[in-house]
C-alpha cells in the first residue's frame, strides 16, 4: 500500500465555512481513501457537521477558536500565531503535514506562508500557478499575482516550476512553456521577457519544450499548456478572461431566454446547455498552487462549494503523489 | 451647412482591399453626405471597382503604385515615402484632411505616423484607444499597445485623452475614468498606478469622474466607461478577451449544434441568436484611434469587411465633429 498523505486543511476560510470544507473533506474521501486529513478549525463548529460517512481514523481536528477573516489585512493576519490559517501552515512547516489547503483570505495565506516555510534553493520569487481550460485539455497559468515584479530569472523559474506542476497534475502529458506578450515575433515586448526568451530558447536543458511567445488570443488554444508571464499581467488575463465569460454565458441567456421562442428552444436543448455547463464549471478548474516555496501551499478560491473544495483536495493528492518540491529541486539544479 | 470633412483613406491595406475600403466608402457615403474622401492608391486598380452610386464630387483618387505590405517591419515600410499609406498621413500633416485612417500594417502606420505628425504639446507618449462592449454600452479602453512602458504622467495624459475621445464618440454620456489593476485597494499594483492613483484622485479639476481602480473582471461592468493601462497590459487584456470570447462562443456553438435537438433547438431560436450576434458583431467596435498626435489616425482592423470599415469613417466623422484634437489640448493645458 502506498504511504497515506496527510493534509493540512484550514477549515475556517472561505464563504460558508466550515460546512463546505467538511462537506468537501466528505466528498472527496468517498473516491481516496489514502489520505488523512488534519482539520484546522473550531471543534465544536465542525463536531456539528461531521458527515457519519466519514470514518474516524480518517482525520484529526486540532482546535482553534481565531481565524483570519476576509477583510483582515494580510500583515495584521500575520500577527494571530494560532488562527487555523497559521497553525495548518505550521503543521506542514513542522513536516507533520505534506501539503496545506486554504479556502480564505489569499493575501494573508501568502504573507504566512512566506513568513513561515523557505523558499526553494535558487528560486527567488514565488509564483501562484492556475488552471485554465484549452481547447484540447488545461493550462497552467502563473504568475497570477504573487510576484508583481518579474525579472528574466524568475520568468525562467516559473517556466520550470510550472512545467513540473503540468507533470504532476497531467502525467500522461508533456510540458509546452509559452511566454505571455504582445506580439509573437522576436522584438516585440518589454526588455525582461525578451531575456528570459533567449535564456528558454539557447538551452535543451531543460524538462519542456519551449515554444516561444504567444498573444492572449491564444492562451487556449491548446498548443502550448504552460503560460508564463508576471504577477501582475498574469492576474489582470485571468480576471479579463473570467469576466468575458461570465459577460458573454450572461448576455447570452439573457438573448436566449428572453421570449417565448428561446424558452422552448432552450428546453428542447437542455441536455446539450448542461454538458456545455459541466464542462466549463469553474469547479474543476479549482485550485491555484503557490509555487517556489519548499512545501506545497494550495488556495481554493472562498466562493467556491464543497465539490470545488475537493476539487482541490483531489489536486492537493496528485502535487504529493507527483512528488512536486522534489521535481523542481532536481529541474532547478 | 456644415464644413465638409476630408478624410484621407488608405485604400490599399489590410485584407481583401481596395475592394472593401471602396466599397466601406460607398456604405458609409448612402448615410453622410458631408464627407470628401481623399482615397489614396492604385489609380487602375480603384476605378475598376467604383461603385456608381459613388458621385465623382465625393471623392478624389490620388494614385500611388506603391503600398505597405502586411509583412514589411515598421523601419522599412517608414523608408518608403511614395506608399499610400504614407501619402494618406502626409496629407493630414499638410492640412489637406483632417482624419486619415488606414487598414493596413499597424506596426508601420504608428512608425509613418510618429515620424510626419507632432505630438500634442505636454504629452510624451501616444495610446491606442479602442472600444469595447460593457453591460450599458461601450467603454473606451487605453492603451491597446502603442506605449508598453508608462509613467505615471502617462497614464494621467491617458486619461485626459480618453475621456476626451469618449465624449467625442457619446457626447451625451458623461467618461468615467478608472485604472486597471489587480486589487480594488489602494496598496495595490505597481508604484507607477499608484501615484497616477493619487493625482487623479486629488484634484477636480478634470473634465471626467475618476472612479479609481478596477479589476480585469470588471472592465465590462459599465461602471466606469474609460479604461486607463499601459500598452503592454491593455493588449494582454484585449487580446485574451477576444480570446476567451472566440473560445465561448466556437465551444458553444460545437455543443448546441452538436446533435438532432441542438439543431431543431437552434432552428427555432434563430432569432434571437441572430440577436445577439448583432449586438455584440466585432464591425460594431471597429476601429482603433492612436492619440496624443496633433492630428487623428485611425486604424481599422485588417480583416474587417466594409461594413467594419463603414463604421470606422463613422468614427472618424464623429471625431472630427466632436474637435477631438482641440478638446484634448485645452484639456492638457
Known amino acids: 500500500m502506498l504511504k497515506k498523505i496527510t493534509v493540512a486543511v484550514d477549515a475556517m476560510g472561505g464563504d460558508n465555512s466550515p460546512l463546505k470544507v467538511i462537506n468537501g473533506i466528505n466528498h472527496h474521501f468517498q473516491t481516496n481513501k ?12 465542525i463536531k456539528k457537521i461531521l458527515p457519519t460517512t466519514l ?10 477558536n481565531e481565524k483570519v477573516k476576509g477583510t483582515d489585512s494580510p500583515l495584521s493576519a500575520a500577527r494571530g500565531k494560532d488562527t487555523s490559517m497559521w497553525l495548518a501552515i505550521d503543521s506542514v512547516k513542522k513536516k507533520d503535514a505534506d501539503i496545506v489547503i486554504s479556502a480564505g483570505n489569499t493575501g494573508a495565506l501568502f504573507v504566512i506562508a512566506k ?14 500557478a492556475g488552471l485554465w481550460p484549452n481547447q484540447n485539455g488545461t493550462n497552467i497559468v502563473l504568475d497570477l499575482g504573487a510576484s ?13 516550476m510550472g512545467s513540473a506542476l503540468f507533470k504532476a497534475l497531467f502525467p500522461t502529458e508533456d510540458p509546452k512553456v509559452a511566454i505571455l506578450n504582445i506580439g509573437s515575433e522576436e522584438i516585440k515586448g518589454h526588455e525582461i521577457i525578451k531575456k528570459a526568451y533567449e535564456v528558454l530558447n539557447s538551452s535543451n536543458n531543460f524538462n519542456f519544450k519551449f515554444n516561444g511567445y504567444i498573444e492572449g488570443n491564444q492562451i487556449m488554444d491548446g498548443l502550448s499548456n504552460v ?7 498574469g492576474n489582470v488575463a485571468l480576471k479579463t478572461a473570467e469576466g468575458t465569460a461570465n459577460f458573454i454565458t450572461k448576455e447570452l441567456k439573457k438573448t436566449m431566454t428572453g421570449n417565448l421562442f428561446g424558452k422552448i428552444s432552450s428546453l428542447i436543448n437542455i441536455k446539450n446547455i448542461n454538458n456545455f455547463k459541466k464542462r466549463f464549471d469553474p469547479r474543476l478548474y479549482n485550485g491555484a498552487i503557490l509555487l517556489g516555496l519548499d512545501s506545497p501551499v494550495v488556495k481554493s478560491h472562498g466562493y467556491t462549494d464543497y465539490i470545488g473544495f475537493s476539487n482541490s483536495l483531489k489536486m492537493c493528492e496528485k502535487i504529493v503523489s507527483g512528488n512536486l518540491i522534489e521535481k523542481i529541486k532536481q529541474s532547478i539544479d
Open 34 to 45: 489514502n489520505i488523512f486529513y488534519k482539520i484546522f478549525g473550531n471543534n465544536e463548529e
Open 55 to 64: 470514518p474516524e481514523t480518517c482525520f484529526e481536528i486540532i482546535h482553534t
Open 115 to 128: 513568513l513561515n516555510l523557505k523558499m526553494i534553493e535558487n528560486i527567488d520569487k514565488p509564483a501562484l
Open 148 to 160: 508583481i515584479d518579474c525579472s528574466e530569472k524568475n520568468l525562467v523559474d516559473f517556466s520550470i
Open 227 to 233: 503560460i508564463i508571464t508576471d504577477g501582475f499581467t
